[in-house]
């Protein structure tokens, strides 16, 4: 998995890559400073298939910098890391685009699972905000399952159900398209140039925004929903999970 730090205090960068170790070993980490070189290292091949993103920094206003940064990578999942816990940008970020807000007073533990709630198709916000009426509002017209306030309350304990392939990243696509193929997660970390931890998580949240338990089903909804797999690869897949 290739993620992009995009934050201006490098002391802040160096800490956060120890702590970001524990999201996948296999992790690659690049950085940026200003929103223009964030903007230029997210366009570099292979791209990025996650970042986050500091609020304040040089070279354009916040909602200028995510905006553009948005259109750049797509549905990129981008997660905001700032020291503001001010609900109206929480809101306002969210509504640009963010798949989550995590503050910069948060535990590693925290962070780590609010990037892998955000990872498998979540959306993360703060839980000293969940109670705000404006929040609230905003929660309700996340596309989260039932039980998305507990989600984001304890990212670690409540995974969220996603609705079907509408929020599939592209990432998650092409994940899809290899296990209609009856690759192994090894095979397609592979072919991916993944690590097999950051295919797992992928794999994970495939089956949950397509509803189904195992990897056979995946590739059945899928070929329903006219994904590019192969229904020889279904039959033959058995129901591998992982």
Do not use: C
Request: no cysteine; net charge negative.
């Amino acid at each position: 998995m290739r993620l992009l730090i995009a934050d201006d205090h490098e002391l802040f960068r160096d800490g956060l890559r120890l702590v970001l170790t524990e999201l996948d070993p296999g992790l690659e980490i690049i950085e940026a400073s200003t929103f223009d070189e964030a903007l230029a290292r997210a366009a570099e091949p292979p791209g990025v298939d996650l970042v986050l993103l500091d609020l304040v920094m040089p070279g354009m206003s916040w909602h200028e910098g995510l905006t553009a940064l948005k259109r750049r990578i797509g549905e990129t999942p981008l997660v905001v890391l700032t020291a503001a816990e001010d609900r109206r940008l929480v809101t306002d970020a969210v509504r640009l685009g963010a798949s989550g807000f995590i503050p910069k007073t948060s535990s590693g533990k925290v962070m780590i699972g609010a990037l892998r709630l955000v990872l498998s198709g979540g959306v993360y916000l703060p839980p000293a905000l969940l109670e705000d009426r404006e929040v609230s509002h905003l929660r309700e017209a996340l596309p989260l399952g039932s039980d998305s306030a507990a989600a984001m309350a304890d990212p670690d304990r409540a995974p969220v159900q996603t609705p079907a392939s509408g929020l599939l990243t592209p990432r998650q696509r092409e994940v899809l398209a290899l296990l209609g193929q009856g690759k192994s997660n090894k095979e397609i970390a592979r072919a991916l140039d993944l690590s097999e931890g950051t295919v797992k998580l992928h794999v994970t949240a495939i089956l949950k925004a397509l509803k189904v338990h195992n990897r056979t089903g995946a590739v059945v909804a899928a070929a329903r929903l006219g994904f590019a797999t192969s229904p020889e690869a279904a039959a033959a897949g058995g129901g591998r999970a992982s």
